[in-house]
């Protein structure tokens, strides 16, 4: 009597293996999508840096004062003061900054933080911190200027920065 074919062997099952790739690839995409994310993200601050350095840097920046005439207009980053401005001293005999208007020229509202100094050589002999509200774009203000400095006697020249 012929024997029976032999029953195919029992198949193999890999679902093991399956979950154990099918997480590992998981865990190489994770780990490449955070890697994409930090890099992405450092270019972004990088960027914010050197532009920030680079404003900073410009005339009328908090690292690069302009000089100014008392009573003649001058522009810093897209802020146009207008002529006819004055330094008068105080009651006490403080710094006085009158009549400084401002328009803001830049593409969105914002608000003008400016130190003024009085300069005699490298010496800062005299110091006025001006602000103003929210600017819209195209309108004039006028700044609201303060010193507990005393308006001093000599200096040779006046310069303006950002304060940030």
């Known amino acids: 009597m012929p024997q029976p074919p032999a029953p195919p062997p029992p198949t193999k099952s890999h679902a093991l293996r399956n979950v154990l790739l099918a997480l590992l690839a998981v865990f190489v995409l994770a780990v490449g999508g955070c890697l994409a994310f930090i890099a992405v993200a450092g270019n972004e601050v990088n960027e914010a840096i050197e532009s920030a350095e680079v404003e900073d840097a410009a005339p009328g920046g908090p690292d690069n004062p302009l000089t100014i005439a008392e009573g003649q207009p001058f522009e810093v980053a ?5 002529p006819g401005w004055s330094v008068t001293q105080d009651a006490l005999g403080d710094v006085q900054v009158e009549g400084l208007r401002v328009t803001n020229n830049r593409d969105d509202s914002d608000a003008a933080i400016v130190e003024i100094k009085f300069m005699n050589g490298n010496e800062v002999v005299a110091l006025a911190n001006c602000t103003t509200e929210q600017i819209p ?5 006028s700044l ?3 010193s507990a400095d005393d308006l001093p006697a000599t200096y040779d020249r006046i310069t303006i920065n ?3």
């Not at 897209?78 to 207008?82: E, R």
């Not at 774009?137 to 203000?141: E, H, I, K, R």
Request: charged share 5%.
């Open 144 to 146: 609201n200027c303060i």
């Open 137 to 141: 774009v195209g309108q004039t203000t």
């Open 162 to 164: 950002d304060t940030f």
């Open 78 to 82: 897209g802020f146009q003061y207008a």
